[in-house]
């Protein structure tokens, strides 16, 4: 089932995420309506509260970006619980841009290297650093797990340019091509 992204401006994107355990009722189907969803969405990662759940689970799917990127080919992947453990290398910038942003791309400055502990659909415990593209994304979505946004890692005076695209976002105002859950007025 594909779910509604959550745009900006809606409380569960602030807002600290919660850990899971096996017990986490309708897991295994969540994760299916998440990759749904980000597939429809054309994303390559999307974190739970973007769905209206305060919970650490985020998925990647980096399989879109395999006919330019081979390497990443088969890549899906589901993660439970993760945290950044250590960084490591030059903040490099890149531009990003977040299904509960539409229209917004911006350059943010992230660690090249990243380690990650985490747990699989199964529970089983990962622990692995990650570079390149796959250390960006992952970082992005920890950021939503985290309360944070990727306009938080804005620069001010980039944040005041989109100040407008931003309070359009806000007030339901924009256009895209996947289903989104807007702030009530």
Known sequence: MILPIYTYGQGVLKKEAEEIDENYEGLEQLIKDMFETLRKSEGVGLAAPQVGLSIRLAVVDLDVISDDQPEFKGYFKTYINPYIEETDG?????????????????????????RISWQDENF???????????????????????????IDRMSPLRRQMNKKALSSIAAGKFNCDYKVKVPKK
């Open 90 to 114: 030059a903040m490099v910038p890149y531009e990003e841009g977040c299904l509960s942003f539409p229209g917004i791309h911006e350059k943010v400055n992230r660690p090249e290297r990243v």
């Open 124 to 150: 089983v415990e990962h622990d692995e650093w990650f570079e390149g593209f796959p250390a960006r994304v992952l970082q992005h979505e920890i950021d939503h797990l985290d309360g944070k946004c990727f």
